[in-house]
């Protein structure tokens, strides 16, 4: 059995560190220019504040991802797993009640703490609604957890480094470069657009900006979120953002998508930050906010893991593991990420 896959991003990584789990022999081929896995900050939250719901799957989600970092921490003898905590500036008492409302069901009991005085008089950046803490929070950093899986994987001799040629694959033979494969997973991110096979899912390119800064005002001890996200990553640095710009053209930083940052941190402090560092990338996602997986429904053994958006490090663990066993033994993916929610006559 040997497998290509294509991307290596947090997709194609997950995949081929389940692929070597169980010995599999795969091939990753990458060109080295990472649009979003690095770019990211890595921040696994697993409630969604809008409405003081619960992020998709994350009583799934949250037990796969814990034991697969951790395991690949050892493998790899690196550290980029961290729990984090988290703070949510209310934004109005109409969410302040949702969240007292919903503290105490059984549903999200593992997730919301209960407000208490601390949190409500809590004056360390401007909050005139008050606060709350998330729990189960954690932070991936994406710069070591990149390097480290690269260099695991490259001393396994699994990875190429190149820009995968269409020329020259036959997704009917399943060959590429005269090298015959019996199963081929696309995980390209947003250059999927410019894949034959697969682009007709028209997953968007969506630009995040995020800015490094110092500013005196922010405790370190925490992240803060109100508008935006500000992680504490050591030495009195912050990671700001992020912004969510649909069908971005490139992956470059602008002046425009900065000073949206610094308008929304303004929300928190009035206290000037010192710019550090500006940096953007490009987010795979789809119309309704669920990945692609699955076999193309024409050429077969040619597979999609795509669309992760802005959750990728918290649900790219548990769906690799659940298309490798959807590949390897049978098992039916979620209904929620079948590509067969996109109809075309072939």
Same mark, same amino acid.
């Given at each position: 059995?040997?497998?290509?896959?294509?991307?290596?991003?947090?997709?194609?990584?997950?995949?081929?560190? =389940?692929?070597?789990?169980?010995?599999?022999?795969?091939?990753?081929?990458?060109h080295?220019?990472?649009?979003?896995?690095?770019?990211?900050?890595?921040?696994?939250?697993?409630?969604?504040?809008?409405?003081? $719901?619960?992020?998709?799957?994350?009583?799934?989600?949250?037990?796969?991802?814990?034991?697969?970092?951790?395991?690949?921490?050892? +493998? *790899?003898?690196?550290?980029?797993?961290?729990?984090?905590?988290?703070?949510?500036?209310?934004?109005?008492?109409?969410?302040?009640?949702?969240?007292?409302?919903?503290?105490?069901?059984?549903?999200?009991?593992?997730?919301?703490?209960?407000?208490?005085?601390? #949190?409500?008089?809590?004056?360390?950046?401007?909050?005139?609604?008050? *606060?709350?803490?998330?729990?189960?929070?954690?932070?991936?950093?994406?710069?070591?957890?990149?390097?480290?899986?690269q260099?695991?994987?490259?001393?396994?001799?699994?990875?190429?480094?190149?820009?995968?040629?269409?020329?020259k694959?036959?997704? *009917?033979?399943?060959?590429?470069?005269?090298?015959?494969?019996?199963?081929?997973i696309?995980?390209?991110?947003?250059?999927? =657009?410019?894949?034959?096979?697969?682009?007709?899912?028209?997953?968007?390119?969506?630009?995040?900006?995020?800015?490094?800064?110092?500013?005196?005002?922010?405790p370190?001890?925490?992240?803060?979120?109100?508008?935006?996200?500000?992680?504490?990553?050591?030495?009195?640095?912050?990671?700001?953002?992020? *912004?969510?710009?649909?069908?971005?053209? #490139?992956?470059?930083?602008?002046?425009?998508?900065?000073?949206?940052?610094?308008?929304?941190?303004?929300?928190? $402090?009035?206290?000037?930050?010192?710019?550090?560092?500006?940096?953007?990338?490009?987010r795979?996602?789809?119309?309704?906010?669920?990945?692609?997986?699955? +076999?193309? =429904?024409?050429?077969?053994?040619?597979?999609?893991?795509?669309?992760?958006?802005?959750?990728?490090?918290?649900?790219?663990?548990?769906?690799?593991?659940?298309?490798?066993?959807?590949?390897?033994?049978?098992?039916?993916?979620?209904?929620?990420?079948?590509?067969d929610?996109?109809?075309?006559?072939?």
């Amino acid at each position: 059995m040997k497998v290509l896959i294509i991307g290596g991003g947090i997709a194609g990584l997950t995949t081929a560190l =389940q692929l070597l789990n169980r010995n599999i022999s795969f091939t990753l081929i990458d060109h080295g220019v990472n649009n979003s896995t690095l770019p990211a900050t890595g921040i696994i939250n697993p409630i969604v504040f809008r409405r003081t $719901t619960k992020s998709w799957r994350v009583d799934q989600f949250l037990p796969s991802l814990i034991e697969f970092y951790s395991k690949l921490e050892k +493998e *790899t003898k690196q550290s980029f797993f961290y729990p984090l905590k988290l703070r949510r500036i209310f934004s109005s008492n109409q969410e302040k009640e949702e969240w007292i409302k919903k503290q105490t069901c059984e549903e999200f009991k593992p997730y919301l703490e209960k407000i208490n005085s601390k #949190d409500d008089s809590y004056n360390l950046v401007k909050s005139p609604f008050g *606060t709350a803490r998330v729990k189960q929070c954690y932070w991936v950093n994406s710069e070591v957890f990149m390097s480290s899986c690269q260099k695991y994987l490259s001393a396994n001799k699994k990875i190429i480094e190149e820009k995968f040629d269409f020329e020259k694959y036959n997704p *009917t033979l399943k060959i590429y470069k005269h090298i015959y494969y019996d199963k081929v997973i696309f995980c390209e991110g947003s250059d999927v =657009q410019h894949n034959p096979l697969f682009n007709y899912l028209n997953v968007k390119p969506t630009k995040g900006q995020i800015l490094t800064l110092s500013v005196d005002a922010i405790p370190e001890e925490e992240l803060l979120n109100r508008k935006c996200f500000v992680l504490p990553i050591g030495n009195g640095y912050f990671k700001v953002g992020s *912004t969510y710009e649909w069908d971005a053209a #490139d992956a470059l930083p602008t002046k425009d998508g900065k000073q949206k940052i610094l308008d929304n941190l303004h929300v928190l $402090t009035t206290t000037p930050p010192k710019i550090i560092a500006h940096s953007a990338g490009i987010r795979p996602t789809t119309y309704d906010r669920r990945p692609f997986i699955g +076999e193309h =429904q024409k050429f077969k053994d040619n597979f999609i893991f795509n669309g992760l958006g802005t959750k990728g490090y918290m649900i790219a663990p548990l769906l690799s593991k659940e298309l490798t066993e959807h590949i390897f033994q049978g098992v039916p993916l979620h209904k929620e990420v079948l590509i067969d929610r996109i109809k075309i006559d072939w």
